[in-house]
């Protein structure tokens, strides 16, 4: 089905969200402050999480258990599932495509070209799978590796052969956690240290505030808020906009069934000049008065500046 872009709704959306950086900077916590989040350990992490972050959580051995464990009734309480990590989540799927089809591994046990298909393809069944039938966030949390690029050392995301750059595809957002002095922050913008994604307003590079004693846990939590809060607003302005141009339709679609004649055209044509267009108003308008001119057998003659009859 066809849709209009002005036809969404203000509700607020789900987020995809991609966190990488260095072991041990703190993202696995900065992960389970967003909205009610479910861990998904696959690198059997928690134990290095602060008792008082910690939320509930899955273990998987196998991606199957992942598959089993993300179901509907499952995870009915929670409006976040994190991946922590992507890369062990990764290679999850990898043993499990081996394991379904023999192809899809080498003889050292890496997998194959088609193998590699078959991991990009499930990843993103995946995502959109928690995303659009759970209707849940989605944070998937990356180790960060360093690359030298000639003089140039430059942060990636620590993920199994050719999937690396398939896993930014269905994100929303990406940030890159990293200390700047003496200041935990997270990257939104692509630089050139690190690759980042940043859309409605979140972008540049962020401070993440120390958590004292007493303090939520809360940092994504607020962000998530504030993508949201300005999705209303461009769907609020939106809907504003979509109200101008129907009433500056309605005016100039009174002013185009008034033609009758050359006469009444010349009139048309003076008050369709005086309109205020919104939007694809002014395209949409004068189309609609050149097919009524066309309709009736008129033309406009350029030499005495008036409709007549053809």
């Not at 709704?9 to 900077?25: E, H, Q, V, W």
């Amino acid at each position: 089905m066809i849709r209009n872009p002005n036809d969404r709704n203000s509700t607020d959306k789900k987020i995809r969200f991609l966190l990488a950086g260095y072991p041990g900077i703190g993202k696995s916590t900065l992960a389970l402050s967003a909205p009610k989040p479910l861990l998904v350990d696959v690198d059997h992490g928690i134990d290095r999480i602060e008792p008082i972050h910690r939320t509930p959580y899955i273990q998987p051995e196998s991606y199957t258990e992942v598959l089993d464990d993300l179901v509907h009734d499952n995870v009915r309480d929670f409006e976040t599932i994190v991946f922590d990590t992507g890369g062990k989540l990764v290679s999850l799927i990898g043993f499990w495509a081996i394991k379904n089809n023999p192809k899809c591994g080498q003889s050292d046990g890496s997998l194959s070209l088609k193998g590699y298909g078959v991991v990009k393809r499930e990843f993103a069944r995946l995502m959109d799978y928690c995303y659009y039938e759970l209707n849940k966030n989605v944070i998937v949390v990356f180790h960060a590796t360093e690359e030298k690029d000639g003089e140039e050392t430059r942060l990636r995301i620590k993920v199994e052969g050719g999937t690396r750059n398939d896993v930014w595809e269905p994100m929303d957002l990406g940030g890159f956690v990293e200390m700047r002095g003496n200041n935990r922050t997270i990257g939104f913008s692509n630089c050139e240290r690190y690759f980042a994604k940043g859309t409605r307003g979140i972008n540049g590079v962020w401070k993440i505030p120390t958590i004292s004693a007493g303090q939520s846990n809360n940092f994504l939590t607020l962000l998530f808020e504030e993508y949201n809060k300005k999705n209303r607003a461009e769907v609020d302005e939106a809907e504003a906009k979509k109200k101008e141009y129907d009433d500056v339709m309605e005016k100039a679609r009174k002013i185009i069934d008034s033609v009758t004649d050359a006469d009444t055209a010349m009139i048309a044509s003076e008050q369709m000049k005086r309109l205020e267009h919104v939007l694809t108003s002014g395209q949409e308008s004068r189309q609609e008065f050149a097919d009524r001119i066309k309709e009736l057998g008129l033309k406009y003659n350029s030499e005495t500046k008036r409709y007549e009859a053809k």
